[in-house]
């Protein structure tokens, strides 16, 4: 039986990647991947967890905040501070380990292969099926029907609103972005928070979107022991 699996911020962690799919039993012949976004950044394995999804047949890919600063640097040549010291220091790292400060960033030093540009440039900013509702952040002005343009990736404020009531007339609305407190995955009102702080020392979460059965991997800090993260 098919199942509909909901994947959180992974943040260069293809190592948790593949323990969640193993405790989760994932079959990627039957199964279905959505994935909420933040692929990049933290961990030193991004291109491998991009592998990972990629290879994955039935998935949707929601892109995050993250992952728009990896897409900027690729299709603009554009590597801000604050994404450097965010985690894309070690993004940019693992494809050229010789780039040492982000002023040298540029694009003649990428090594990007062509298929990770598309992995991106093909993801949407939310997807809707069943009366379930999936995006990286929020829905920006989460009171109306979901608004073209708004900041899917960077929304925190459906976040906060959940805490006292339901957003919009979904069933369920899951999100990543802003980590919880708790490594669990958090549920207020109708929205599942999915991240547990994998770019830091949490772990990597993924749920079944209709039983809401959920699987975690070990300690991101664990898998990596000789690495900071972001």
């Not at 997807?127 to 509702?133: I, K, R, S, T």
Request: glycine content about 8%.
């Amino acid at each position: 039986m098919s199942r509909l699996l909901v994947l959180g911020d992974i943040h260069g962690a293809a190592r948790a990647v593949e323990q969640v799919f193993e405790r989760a039993n994932f079959d990627p012949s039957s199964d279905r991947l959505i994935f909420l976004g933040d692929i990049c950044d933290g961990w030193s394995e991004t291109p491998r967890a991009i592998d990972l999804i990629d290879a994955i047949p039935n998935k949707i890919i929601i892109i995050g905040n993250h992952d728009e600063w990896f897409k900027e640097w690729i299709d603009y040549d554009v590597c801000v501070p604050e994404w450097w010291n965010q985690g894309g220091k070690s993004t940019i790292q693992a494809y050229d380990p010789h780039i040492e400060n982000f002023m040298l960033a540029r694009r003649e030093s990428h090594v990007v292969p062509e298929h990770h540009n598309e992995f991106f440039a093909e993801a949407a900013l939310y997807h809707v099926e069943d009366n379930m509702a999936f995006t990286h952040g929020g829905f920006g002005s989460y009171q109306a029907d979901i608004p073209p343009g708004a900041g899917y990736s960077w929304d925190r404020m459906m976040w906060m609103a959940a805490q006292t009531e339901n957003i919009l007339d979904f069933d369920r609305i899951f999100i990543g972005h802003t980590p919880t407190e708790s490594q669990e995955p958090v549920k207020r009102h109708n929205v599942w928070n999915l991240d547990q702080g994998v770019g830091w020392n949490g772990k990597l979460t993924i749920m079944d979107a209709y039983t809401e059965e959920y699987w975690q991997s070990d300690l991101v800090t664990n898998l990596y022991p000789s690495e900071c993260g972001r």
